[in-house]
């Protein structure tokens, strides 16, 4: 059996993938949206389709930061290099405190909840501006080789 090569027939594949990926959330949310309303928003946050669709759209967000650096790469505003690494730390650091600390104007009584919180948003964001942080580097030194 031959590969596909004709690049309208993979651009088509993959818009076929897409609409069943998008029919495919669209069933996943319906479903926790019923279950919902039907036995509770409790049962719908521990169903295990709300893990998978929570996986998902982290799955999505972190490709989708390939085709971002592709974009930013392709604008007006072409950088010869990333923003150093340790400004990333520190914009990630800042936006940790700020949602710790925001938990905990509003809930004074729970710090170890503050603590959580801007943790779980400082590793997050952390870890997107690396991934994107190593793209744009990588990009960046193959252009220099080149």
Known sequence: ???VTDERLKIDMLKNIRIVFIFQTLGILAILIYTGISKG???AFHSPLSLVFYGTGVILGFQQLRVSA???EMGKHKLKKPMPYYGLVLIALAVGLGAGLLTFLTDPLHKLNAWIIGGVFFICFLAAYSVGYFIK?????????E
């Open 1 to 3: 059996m031959k590969r």
């Open 41 to 43: 928003p409790d049962a």
């Open 70 to 72: 592709d974009m930013d």
């Open 137 to 145: 580097k990588k990009r960046a030194e193959d252009d220099e080789d």
